[in-house]
């Protein structure tokens, strides 16, 4: 069990690191503008295959590269109701915080609960190992936080449910 | 008038190479019969039509390569007795394998794409990334 979720971050490391090769691309149709290529889709030369990284049929990570900008969109494990609604707000509530971020995108990709868009000026401020660090980081660290949440919330609702039905005894 | 001598071309073609997937279908089950994995393997990979545009043979080629693949045992023995020549077409058919979402297969192929990076290298996925005429 261990075992797959290893696997499954070396191939989404190994295949960043392959494709998070970004350079500076003006706007090709529109003068003095340098827009992220992947989000805008037009020309099919700028575009390298969109990838699909599964590691059952729960979790998956898109991949798409282009010239000058490469959007990651995970999907993260939701086993139940209640992670699900966990899931949801918890990365709502990152997704809104994009700016503080940098690199993630305000809105998920359609299909996904949360996507990034890493730009060529993000390579240039930032080191390129370190973005790929954090991105693996940051699927590991979801997991582990999701299931605190539903740790926390079961123990919480315990604890009213026991007081709350103390008084009927 | 060049489009259209391609088009009728690629047409005859087509047949001719869902009759050579299924010649190499029968083949690997002998050869897996004789727990011959890495051979089966070999024997799906090469000959696979990579230009086409068909997704009738893209698929029936993948159907082979994936009976091939999930037959594996040994993936480092595999790795270092497979051609170099392979290693694209094999990493282009292992991200296949990763998009379908199905368990075991995913498993298996992230197994194999982890020592198939160590052995050929970054550059592997870049071309399997970047090569939009020859794709799986």
């Not at chain 1, 990838?51 to 590269?65: D, P, S």
């Not at chain 1, 609960?113 to 940051?138: A, G, P, R, W």
């Not at chain 2, 073609?13 to 994995?37: D, F, G, V, W």
């Amino acid at each position: 069990m261990a075992n797959t979720i290893r696997l499954y971050l070396t191939c989404i490391r190994n295949t960043l690191e392959a494709a998070m090769c970004l350079q500076n691309f003006p706007c090709q149709e529109v003068e003095r503008h340098n827009k992220p290529e992947v989000e805008l889709n037009t020309s099919p030369g700028l575009i390298m295959n969109p990838v699909l990284i599964c590691r059952n049929e729960a979790e998956k990570c898109l991949i798409e590269t282009s010239i000058n900008s490469i959007r990651i969109s995970m999907k993260v494990k939701q086993a139940d109701e209640l992670e699900n609604i966990l899931a949801k707000k918890f990365l709502r509530f990152l997704s809104m915080r994009a700016e503080a971020f940098q690199v993630l995108r305000r809105k998920p990709v359609q299909g996904y609960d949360i996507s990034f868009l890493i730009t060529n000026y993000h390579c240039e401020e930032m080191h390129k190992h370190k973005l790929i660090d954090f991105i693996v980081q940051f699927m590991e660290d979801i997991d582990k936080e999701i299931s605190e949440l539903k740790l926390s919330v079961n123990t919480r609702g315990r604890l009213v449910a026991t007081e709350f039905l103390k008084q009927f005894i | 008038m060049a489009a259209e001598e391609e088009y009728l071309e690629a047409e005859e073609n087509l047949e001719a190479i869902i009759t050579r997937i299924e010649h190499k279908s029968r083949k690997i089950e002998t050869l897996l019969k004789q727990s011959k994995p890495v051979d089966a393997l070999k024997t799906a990979l090469e000959g696979s039509a990579l230009k086409t545009r068909d997704e009738r043979c893209k698929s029936a080629n993948w159907i082979v390569v994936h009976r091939a693949v999930m037959a594996i045992k040994d993936v480092d023995g595999m790795i270092s007795s497979l051609d170099p020549e392979y290693y694209d077409i094999l990493m282009k058919y292992l991200y296949r394998g990763l998009a379908t979402g199905d368990r075991p297969t995913c498993d298996q192929c992230l197994r194999i794409h982890e020592k198939l990076t160590e052995k050929a290298g970054l550059g592997c996925i870049l071309r399997s990334l970047s090569d939009t005429v020859n794709t799986v």
